[in-house]
């Protein structure tokens, strides 16, 4: 059974950092391409980042290129979510998603989601 598990949100301050990881079980990493999305308050779900998993390419919303870094260890079945210079828009809830295409990503169809965790960019 394919799992992912979030962690790594909570409260920071404009400016500050997180880092959050999803865990995944069940499947070889190997084979997927992993995202990240966010859903705000009131807001529909959009793309926050996404790798692939055949050739490492990333791809960024453009509300947080250079800000957030998304990586991936597949021997340690872990993908992270690097986010820098938060702001207050970036609140909301995240989550990491897998699929064998990493195209289902810009659509939001990827097969496989964790549960989220909770981001709050709040002074």
């Known amino acids: 059974q394919l799992q992912l598990v979030e962690s790594g949100g909570g409260l920071v301050q404009p400016g500050g950092s997180l880092r959050l990881s999803c865990v995944t079980s069940g499947f070889n990493l190997d084979h997927y391409a992993v995202g990240w999305f966010r859903q705000a308050p009131g807001k529909a779900r959009e793309e926050v980042a996404a790798i692939d998993n055949n050739d490492g390419k990333l791809y960024y919303n453009p509300a947080v290129t250079i800000r957030f870094t998304i990586s991936r260890d597949n021997a340690e079945n872990t993908v992270w979510l690097q986010m820098n210079d938060l702001k207050p828009e970036d609140t909301g809830v995240y989550f990491c998603?897998?699929?064998?295409?990493?195209?289902?990503?810009?659509?939001?169809?990827?097969?496989?989601w964790g549960k989220g965790t909770l981001v709050n960019v709040s002074s």
């Open positions: 998603a897998a699929d064998p295409k990493v195209s289902t990503w810009f659509w939001g169809g990827m097969k496989s």
